[in-house]
């Protein structure tokens, strides 16, 4: 490798020289050890393996994702899911990576009155103090009985640790007699 003139910064320091002489040896870095941190040209047959490495594996959600490009999604946001883990932003933001769309967080479902501040819809448990703690998730799309109890289990770890999910509540968007779903028990009635 010929010898390189640096400016004369670079040249006073060896700590500064051997930076820039690095530069110099891009070509020869194996490929292979950068790859897994490219998440896009990982093969589908290694996902599960790259999303065990940021620990999103089992019930940190991986196991919900039905499609390579959602689990990449998963995959390429893990670092930042773990790091608000325990806020309402990761429980919208998972179940919006999982492809669920759009959610609604409803908090504080206990300890409520008739006094006209909250509508008597069934979504929060008047006159109950210990259910402080237990929130609802209004979907936009109804769900299966089996996406919901991974879901369960999903945002049981990314919720808060006091916090009780009280349901999956997805009566705004429920299930049409239109053909498409059966009466077979995957699906129920628009709480899950």
């Not at 400016?7 to 040896?25: H, M, N, Q, T, V």
């Not at 999303?51 to 930042?80: H, M, P, V």
């Not at 936009?140 to 919720?159: D, G, H, K, V, Y």
């Not at 429920?174 to 709480?191: K, V």
């Amino acid at each position: 490798m010929a010898e390189l003139t640096y400016a004369p910064i670079i040249e006073r320091d060896r700590r500064f020289k051997a930076l820039a002489d690095l530069g110099c040896r891009y070509r020869n870095i194996d490929v292979s050890v950068l790859m897994p941190r490219l998440v896009e040209l990982v093969a589908s047959e290694h996902l599960k393996l790259l999303a065990e490495s940021r620990s999103i594996l089992g019930e940190d959600s991986y196991w919900l994702a039905e499609s390579d490009s959602a689990r990449r999604r998963l995959i390429k946001g893990a670092y930042e899911l773990h790091r608000y883990k325990g806020t309402p932003w990761a429980i919208r933001e998972i179940v919006r990576r999982l492809g669920f769309g759009e959610v609604k967080i409803i908090e504080g479902m206990g300890n409520k009155r008739h006094d006209g501040e909250i509508s008597r819809n069934g979504d929060y448990a008047y006159g109950h103090s210990d259910r402080w703690a237990h929130y609802r998730i209004v979907m936009n799309a109804p769900i299966s009985n089996e996406q919901a109890a991974l879901l369960r289990r999903t945002l049981a770890a990314f919720a808060p640790a006091r916090c009780v999910l009280a349901a999956l509540d997805y009566r705004a968007s429920s299930i049409r007699h239109n053909g498409r779903a059966y009466r077979d028990g995957r699906f129920n009635h628009g709480t899950a």
